[in-house]
């Protein structure tokens, strides 16, 4: 039978710090409840992220958690998944001081892993599930974007988003859909991580142990892993500095120039 945990069991093991304040729930709390086991608990998680995670285990050889059980649990009203506990240090804490070969070993098992993810190709816009776009475009109404049919549709949705953002100047609303609209057609639609960030990236030395943080995942047109990877950057760090993501990513510059114009409107 699939292990659960109670509230009790939860009281009494060790809590990460949240994650992040999730938008549409409460913040999402990480438990260690033995030495092989954690569990995410929150009212804002979506049982999609289980889903994605075992997918991406069972098609490819990126390192992810094991997931042991995922449910709703009756008594708190949250979410939970069970899932293996893996030893390492995010990414952000250890790259500036890795050696010059250190992280070129990084970047090289990084951009096979994202080779491989882009592999999967997608027939609609969405989560593994088959359900609605989780992503910070999409904050104003979760749940109310997609699945969508196509990159038009797709393109739709943001335009959408763009007019109920918080821009109080409607011409540069205007004018900034009109720029997704003439850039973002003609894509390949792909899995993708969508918060592929040091943070969520685990590693022991030089060696990559666990990707993790695939709640906002998807299929999504190829430029979107990119452009949301550097929409709003840590520029001081040397992640950034040193442009390694365009050593994994195949640079989207131009779409990017567009992400860029969006994030005023949105937030």
């Known amino acids: 039978m699939p292990r659960t945990v109670s509230q009790g069991d939860l009281a009494n093991a060790h809590r990460f710090a949240h994650r992040f304040a999730h938008r549409f729930g409460e913040p999402t709390a990480v438990y260690k409840i033995d030495s092989r086991t954690v569990v995410r608990s929150s009212s804002g998680i979506r049982l999609a992220e289980a889903e994605t995670m075992k997918f991406v285990r069972n098609n490819t050889s990126i390192p992810v958690p094991e997931v042991y059980n995922a449910y709703k649990d009756d008594e708190s009203g949250h979410t939970?998944?069970?899932?293996?506990?893996?030893?390492?240090?995010?990414?952000?804490?250890?790259?500036?001081?890795?050696?010059?070969?250190?992280?070129?070993?990084?970047?090289?098992?990084?951009?096979?892993?994202?080779?491989?993810?882009?592999?999967?190709?997608?027939?609609?816009?969405?989560?593994?599930?088959?359900?609605?776009?989780?992503?910070?475009?999409?904050?104003?109404?979760?749940?109310?974007?997609?699945?969508?049919?196509?990159?038009?549709?797709?393109?739709?949705?943001?335009?959408?988003?763009?007019?109920?953002?918080?821009?109080?100047?409607?011409?540069?609303?205007?004018m900034t859909c009109e720029m997704f609209l003439e850039t973002m057609k003609g894509h390949e639609i792909v899995f993708t991580h969508n918060d592929f960030a040091p943070r969520n990236i685990l590693v022991q030395g030089s060696k990559v142990v666990a990707i993790i943080g695939w709640e906002l995942a998807g299929y999504y047109p190829d430029y979107w892993e990119y452009c949301n990877a550097m929409r709003r950057p840590d520029w001081h760090s040397g992640w950034v500095t040193e442009r390694a993501l365009d050593k994994i990513l195949q640079p989207r510059l131009r779409e990017l120039s567009v992400m860029w114009n969006t994030t005023e409107i949105l937030w």
């Open 80 to 174: 939970r998944i069970i899932m293996e506990f893996i030893d390492g240090v995010a990414l952000e804490e250890a790259w500036d001081a890795y050696s010059v070969t250190e992280k070129e070993s990084v970047i090289t098992q990084l951009r096979g892993y994202m080779e491989e993810l882009r592999q999967i190709k997608g027939t609609f816009i969405g989560a593994v599930d088959g359900s609605w776009c989780d992503d910070h475009f999409f904050d104003g109404d979760c749940g109310g974007y997609g699945p969508f049919k196509d990159e038009d549709d797709f393109n739709a949705g943001i335009i959408k988003a763009l007019k109920q953002g918080k821009s109080p100047v409607p011409t540069r609303i205007s």
